[in-house]
């Protein structure tokens, strides 16, 4: 008796060794096979997508962040890299390199991605004020360097389009349209025209002009905001680009335990399906992008699925691609920096290195300031969720006296972990700063700044971190040190990030800082930035396709 009860212990054992590695290996398929919206949880705003052979390509705005327009590249419209960068630099006006004002908020907002006849075209007109000439870029590559075509004037959230007999057209504002001449040098005379009125109850701009073509149909695709209404998707219909228009709600729903969905763009897959890649503002992470099938419906293109919502699983476009990050970990053993991080306005490139110790990021101070929001050269990459947590270790032995040196949770409200030095004394401190801007200028007119907790720290290598939490109604930043990377101090309080449209006007950011208070000439080495995405459980209603 007790043989046969071993033998049957032994053969529940092996069944539930099976049943297990059977569970894993359907989990990991599913995860092959399918995504969960958001497809990409982090501050993507804006986007345009097109596919060129079995490669889908998007860029989206990034504002005073330079290099700006990054190119992202995708073979499943879920697992995304970044390629190239439009431009290294803005240099229109001084307050690119915060001189005489900032351009938070600013620089390059809703650019226009196409492809014509071997070349692909990027189109942005910078937000300053007043408005910004509008810019054309064009390559062969999209991999590598953009020349700059043309200026133009100002066109806001425009949409570049090539029609089908090679004429080129501008469509931007509120339903306006110009053509462009064939070399992009100039407007056509005589060629602006408005296309359709915005309704009465739609007091706003109509915004986000994408422009497609199907069916020998013309498809202008826009954000509408009616008074006292959610934000929608909606869609103008017409035989000829002229007009005359007719018009669809075509998306209109609330996604994930967040309001509207909307803005954004169509595009066709290899198979010929279709999808809508469109943007949901998610609080303290930014505006994320949802990925969701795009239907054709008695000649329009009705977004989300069946029930007309955007689903939270659903399967991949495309099978069999490798995954990828838009966030990563980075240990400089490179000659160059790799393509997630941005610097905070135009970089001044003398102040930082990455051969004068190879395999560490040489921040140094150049200018004596009173803030973050004011320091050269921060340089910074996306936040995600539903949760990350990012660790920087740095060698703050160079410090002067003054300087200031850390790891940022980073925004117009940011919190922040700041090594600094004073004599032989350093100090490691969380602190709360809140940055006011001038309407025009966008220049620093104060802030406030408030330090929740200080320790010393007698070692020269400190470890910071940072923790996120950007699930529904949460969006706080938790703050650590350590001296060995393995046993972590919590220093300070949980910090509420937010998303505030009058300033920044984009996700918080995880940034690495050097600057001086006092005097220039220091510098901070960081040895390694090691970057995780958490999956900590969303809190929402599922929606599945």
Request: glycine share 8%; charged share 25%; proline share 4%.
């Amino acid at each position: 008796m007790k043989r046969l009860i071993n033998l049957f212990l032994l053969w529940l054992s092996l069944l539930s060794c099976t049943l297990t590695a059977t569970a894993a290996e359907s989990a990991a398929h599913q995860h092959e096979r399918q995504f969960t919206n958001p497809m990409a949880w982090a501050d993507l705003p804006d986007p345009d997508v097109i596919r060129v052979g079995d490669y889908f390509y998007m860029v989206t705005t990034t504002m005073h962040l330079m290099p700006g327009a990054s190119i992202m590249r995708s073979r499943d419209l879920v697992n995304w890299e970044t390629v190239s960068f439009v431009f290294d630099r803005l240099t229109d006006s001084p307050k690119y390199n915060m001189e005489g004002g900032t351009v938070y908020g600013r620089g390059q907002w809703a650019t226009s991605l196409k492809y014509h006849k071997g070349r692909f075209y990027v189109l942005f007109a910078p937000n300053d004020n007043p408005g910004g000439d509008t810019y054309i870029y064009s390559t062969a590559d999209p991999t590598g360097h953009w020349t700059l075509v043309s200026r133009l004037r100002h066109f806001h959230d425009a949409s570049l389009f090539f029609d089908d007999d090679d004429r080129v057209y501008v469509i931007y504002g509120t339903g306006q349209m110009c053509e462009l001449k064939s070399d992009f040098s100039g407007v056509v005379e005589d060629s602006d025209r408005q296309l359709f009125q915005r309704e009465p109850d739609e007091t706003g701009l109509l915004e986000g002009s994408r422009m497609v073509k199907h069916n020998g149909k013309y498809y202008l695709l826009m954000v509408s905001w009616p008074q006292g209404k959610p934000r929608r998707q909606v869609c103008y219909r017409a035989e000829k680009i002229e007009g005359a228009y007719e018009k669809k709600t075509i998306l209109e729903t609330e996604f994930g335990g967040f309001s509207y969905v909307g803005q954004g763009t169509i595009v066709d897959a290899p198979d010929g399906r279709w999808y809508g890649v469109i943007f949901q503002d998610r609080g303290g992470v930014g505006r994320v992008l949802t990925l969701m099938p795009c239907s054709w419906q008695d000649g329009w293109p009705i977004l989300g699925d069946r029930s007309g919502h955007v689903p939270t699983i659903m399967d991949k476009p495309v099978m069999g691609s490798e995954e990828l990050h838009i966030v990563q970990s980075d240990n400089f053993g490179s000659d160059h920096l790799k393509s997630v991080w941005q610097w905070n306005h135009n970089p001044i490139d003398s102040l930082w290195s990455l051969s004068e110790r190879p395999g560490f990021l040489r921040l140094k101070t150049g200018r004596v300031v009173s803030s973050i929001f004011a320091a050269p050269n921060t340089i910074s990459q996306r936040m995600e969720g539903p949760g990350c947590t990012a660790i920087v270790a740095l060698d703050i032995s160079h410090l002067t006296d003054g300087d200031k040196a850390g790891l940022a949770a980073f925004n117009g409200d940011s919190g922040l972990l700041t090594l600094s030095r004073m004599g032989k004394s350093f100090t490691l401190e969380m602190s709360e700063a809140s940055v006011s801007l001038s309407d025009r200028e966008k220049a620093i007119t104060n802030v406030k700044e408030t330090v929740v907790e200080q320790v010393k720290v007698k070692q020269r290598y400190v470890y910071l971190r940072i923790d996120a939490d950007f699930r529904p109604g949460r969006d706080i930043a938790s703050f650590y040190y350590s001296l060995d990377n393995r046993t972590w101090h919590k220093i300070g309080r949980d910090f509420k990030m937010r998303f505030d449209y009058r300033r920044f006007f984009m996700g918080t950011r995880v940034a690495l800082f050097c600057y001086a208070t006092q005097k220039a000439g220091g510098y901070v080495d960081i040895d390694t930035f090691t970057y995780h995405k958490i999956q900590l459980p969303e809190i929402n209603n599922s929606n599945k396709l």
